[in-house]
Nanobody
Framework: VQLVESGGGSVQAVGSLTLTCAAS????????LGWFRQAPGKGREGVAI????????YYAGSVEGRFTISQEYNKNTVNLQMNSLKPEDTAMYYC???????????????????WGQGTQVTVS
């Protein structure tokens, strides 16, 4: 499984960014894809999941209504559109793929096997 994130950067508060994860080598029938983030000195927290069957989505309360996760099947990518960004959204953002995401949702960071290298988002 290979996950490669891109699209991070620096932006002012209330601005927008779109993160992209190029995903390959995973079982698209069994696995779900998600975005997590980790701020300095904090644990890795779940942000959003897109489910493998039907493409339904789920968001952490802190980002619901501001972030949108989507999947482009023809490009094998999963995107995270982030609007109305806040300084507290500053973190390293990681793409993840695993069956446990489908089963247990966003509180599964310690059980996920497949991660990207991360992309930094800084909001000032």
């Amino acid at each position: 499984v290979q996950l490669v994130e891109s699209g991070g950067g620096s932006v002012q508060a209330v601005g927008s960014l779109t993160l992209t994860c190029a995903a390959s080598g995973y079982d698209y029938i069994k696995y779900c894809l998600g975005w997590f983030r980790q701020a300095p000195g904090k644990g890795r927290e779940g942000v959003a999941i897109i489910y493998n069957r039907g493409g339904s989505t789920y968001y952490a309360g802190s980002v619901e209504g501001r972030f949108t996760i989507s999947q482009e099947y023809n490009k094998n990518t999963v995107n995270l559109q982030m609007n109305s960004l806040k300084p507290e959204d500053t973190a390293m953002y990681y793409c993840a793929a695993d069956v446990v995401l489908c089963l247990y949702g966003l509180g599964t960071a310690d059980r996920i096997d497949y991660w990207g290298q991360g992309t930094q988002v800084t909001v000032s």
